[in-house]
């Protein structure tokens, strides 16, 4: 980032260390909880892990936490060499020194400059108070996947232009084209028609920039696809920075194509998330009408429409041009909503994370948490036990509303990575089912949505609650999940026998191995199990 001339950044070399602390935490982290250290020799000392191999040893001030899933690190009593440490972890893991290898380290090395620079602005960024603010208070990225700060193609300038840790708002241009290159979904808002022929969409600056001309070329060149010459778009930016809210309120939450790697996935979108999403909508329409005791305190922001590019099959043609409408979240009387993954966040002034700034404004944090729990856990099981759906439930695609007092509502969002038990829908809701491409990822068994389910809310987003108290509160992790166990088990009344419910308290749960993949290590989604908490 030193490159850029920015006043922001003159003191970048203060937040080095903090920087390749971070980022080594979670590398170590991915390694460990994956299972690519499990040859190591490993040993523990107080406050101190160590992991080796032969002469090899990577030695960390912490422990392990959340019954054995993550690691805590004393960052400020972690120094390490930024180069020593990806050698180290690499030798301990028994990894290949290979092409897929070195492209992550050098990933990481330019992560380690987008964080340094996430932290010098976030030193100087406003409070963030309202919904808005908290989706874009992300100043460490992914609390997960090594690659946080990773985005493959972005400049220096992109980063600081684009990043929602970097930029308050962002300005969409627009193309105009014509309506034959365009397969739609759903209902689109008179606010994209240019007339009979032309479609108006508004594109990411980086995609129009370094994707569109390239991809779209003889489509540019005979002028089916052209820029229109009318003022962009404002949009407020999202935790995810190709999902934007536009500042005119005629305007739909808009998720874009950027077809860039970001973590461990290229971020242009599927035809089959732009055709699937209002046809899911739609199914909650229905749950909704016939179930509203399960929206009491939720709201599913619906996909209501969107475009995609006229072309069959899952090429970069066909992903690169597309354009999905989210409802825009409700305006909130009293409270926040505050995005899930903005909890584990450093907190604006530097006194511990946001998620002990909710979880303990009320001075209970262990009632607070409870209470998260009956929001989070009964929807997300019934939602599925009564109507086939698991949800994409990590932290990212959850925004609960927090009064003074604690939890009090949920938002749900996010269509494209949610598992549909197909032929429980088939049952429910026949004429949606066959409107389904059976090639959507989507529609799969009910062993398929219920791994979903669990290595999204338990293994990703409830245990990244639980390790987060017993960090900042003390709290023991046997207790937390006695919490956790309890609320699951009265979510079940109703569904006494189900496979489900054995897979949650009885078996070992499904880990999402984001470093694995990011490595090559296996075909499409890899997975391995761990211990369950909850097991008796």
């Known amino acids: 980032m030193k490159t850029v001339e920015d006043p922001r950044l003159a003191n970048l070399d203060e937040f080095r260390g903090q920087s390749v602390a971070r980022l080594g935490q979670l590398v170590l982290q991915a390694a460990f909880r994956e299972g690519l250290l499990e040859g190591a020799r490993f040993s523990s000392g107080g406050q101190t892990l160590t992991w080796r191999r032969g002469e090899h040893a990577v030695t960390v001030p912490g422990r392990i936490t959340a019954s054995g899933d993550r690691l805590w690190i004393d960052r400020r009593q972690w120094n390490p060499d930024l180069e020593g440490l990806l050698s180290e972890v690499r030798a301990v893991a028994d990894l290949d020194d290979g092409d897929a290898w070195r492209a992550f380290c050098a990933e990481i090395r330019e992560g380690v400059a987008t964080q340094q620079a996430a932290y010098s602005l976030a030193r100087l960024r406003k409070e963030p108070k309202s919904y808005l603010d908290f989706e874009a208070w992300t100043p460490e990225g992914h609390n997960l996947h090594p690659g946080a700060k990773t985005r493959q193609g972005f400049s220096e300038q992109d980063q600081l232009n684009y990043g929602p840790e970097f930029s308050e708002a962002i300005e969409l241009p627009w193309l105009a084209v014509s309506r034959e290159l365009l397969d739609i979904s759903g209902e689109i808002p008179e606010e994209f028609s240019l007339d009979d022929k032309t479609w108006k969409v508004p594109v990411h600056p980086w995609q129009l920039k370094n994707v569109i001309p390239r991809l779209y070329h003889k489509e540019w060149e005979s002028g089916a696809l052209r820029l229109h010459q009318e003022a962009p778009l404002v949009c407020r930016l999202c935790t995810s920075l190709r999902t934007v809210v536009p500042e005119d309120s005629r305007f739909p939450v808009l998720k874009t194509s950027v077809g860039s790697l970001m973590t461990s996935t290229e971020r242009s979108m599927s035809r089959y998330t732009v055709l699937q999403g209002p046809l899911y909508s739609e199914y909650f329409d229905r749950i909704e009408e016939q179930a509203p005791e399960l929206f009491e305190n939720v709201v599913a922001l619906r996909e209501r429409g969107g475009f995609c590019f006229a ?81 994409e439930a990590h932290l990212q695609n959850c925004v609960v509303v927090w009064e003074e007092s604690g939890p009090v509502g949920l938002w749900v969002r996010d269509w494209g990575g949610l598992r549909a038990d197909r032929e429980r829908l088939r049952e429910l809701a026949p004429d949606l089912e066959a409107r389904l491409d059976a090639r959507s990822v989507t529609a799969r068994t009910a062993e398929a949505a219920e791994k979903k389910l669990i290595a999204c809310l338990y293994c990703n987003h409830i245990t990244e609650i639980v390790s987060g108290l017993e960090n900042e509160f003390s709290l023991p992790s046997p207790d937390l999940w006695e919490r956790v166990a309890r609320v699951s088990r009265e979510s079940f009344q109703g569904h006494p026998r189900t496979t489900l419910a054995g897979r949650i308290f009885d078996q070992d749960w499904p880990v999402k191995c984001l470093l694995k993949m990011r490595l090559g290590m296996g075909q499409g989604d890899v997975y391995r199990l761990r211990a369950n908490p909850l097991r008796a």
Do not use: K, M
């Open 311 to 391: 072309q069959d099959g899952d090429s970069p043609r066909s992903r690169n041009l597309s354009l999905l409408f989210r409802q825009r979240p409700p305006q909130q009387d009293s409270g926040v909503a505050v995005p899930c993954s903005a909890l584990p966040q450093p907190c604006w002034n530097g006194s511990g994370t946001y998620l002990r700034h909710f979880f303990g404004r009320s001075g209970d944090p262990l009632a607070s948490f409870t209470r998260y729990l009956e929001i989070l856990i009964p929807f997300h099981i019934r939602l599925y036990l009564r109507f086939g759906l698991a949800l």
